[in-house]
């Protein structure tokens, strides 16, 4: 499995900004998948997670309402959606796969063994 992360960049406090992953191989819509986001000096921590079987979601409590999680099976691919960005919300975005996760949601980075290379969203105040 080959993730490719994608849509980062610079973006004002207030602003939305939609990130996608693209993932290859052929277990994507049996796997669970997530995102994950490290501030610099700060340890990864969880973001959003889905079920690309049966679409079950997980938004981290403190980003509900803000971030969204989605996927489309036709093209590989899940997206987070960001409102109402923060400069807190400044960080290294990483997507992750766990192939035949069945309808799981994992919150955690140890459950994940496949990992995008990261895109940098930047939040300016």
């Known amino acids: 499995v080959q993730l490719q992360a994608s849509g980062g960049g610079l973006v004002q406090a207030g602003g939305s900004l939609r990130l996608s992953c693209a993932a290859s191989?052929?277990?994507?819509?049996?796997?669970?998948m997530a995102w994950f986001r490290q501030a610099l000096g700060k340890e990864r921590e969880f973001v959003a997670a889905?079920?690309?079987?049966?679409?079950?979601?997980v938004v981290a409590d403190s980003l509900k309402g803000r971030f969204t999680i989605s996927k489309d099976n036709a093209k590989n691919s899940i997206y987070l959606r960001m409102n109402n960005v923060k400069p807190e919300d400044t960080a290294v975005y990483y997507c992750a796969s766990r192939p035949w996760g069945g309808n799981n949601v994992f919150t955690t980075a140890g459950e994940y063994g496949y990992w995008g290379q990261g895109t940098l969203v930047t939040v300016s105040s």
């Open positions: 889905i079920s690309t079987s049966r679409g079950s979601t």
């Open positions: 191989g052929r277990t994507f819509s049996h796997s669970s």
